[in-house]
């Protein structure tokens, strides 16, 4: 007899960018299959090196506190108005590096799965860039499934 892989708690990291919709699409999916809680989270990357002094008189916390209520914002409204959730929905926005504040939301809450989306980087800019999805596979504390836009293209560098 084979058992079923129980999936209470699903983990949908979003940044926003084009390439998100098709993980929200699985991630929603999967969530209506397992009738597991959805967790989405955004995660704030604020390089103090690259931006020491902002203009117009901001402060850090200014930008930060704006930045997080957008995030927020955009999270709740990430998710098709018309789906109706088999359990929670939890939104979460936290401040860092994105794949270890990605692995460290897993850790904490407990997540049997983490749905994401890939970009698709290669050469220079992979190696410059680096790839959020491929560090979170190589320390998840749970299974990955990384999904690639249907619109996606590679761009060569």
Known sequence: MVSRVPLHRILLPLDFSEYASDATHYAC???????????????LEIRHSLTPVFGGGLSLTTVSKE????????????IDPDWVPPADVKYATADGPPFVEIIKYAQENDIDMIVMSTHGRSG?????????AENVIRSAPCPVLT???KRHKFVKL
């Open 29 to 43: 999916s999967m969530a209506d299959a397992f009738r597991a809680e959805l967790h989405l989270l955004h995660v």
């Open 147 to 149: 999904v690639q836009s």
């Open 124 to 132: 220079v800019a992979h190696m410059l860039l680096g790839s959020v």
């Open 67 to 78: 930045s997080r209520l957008a995030a927020e914002q955009a999270l709740r409204s990430n």
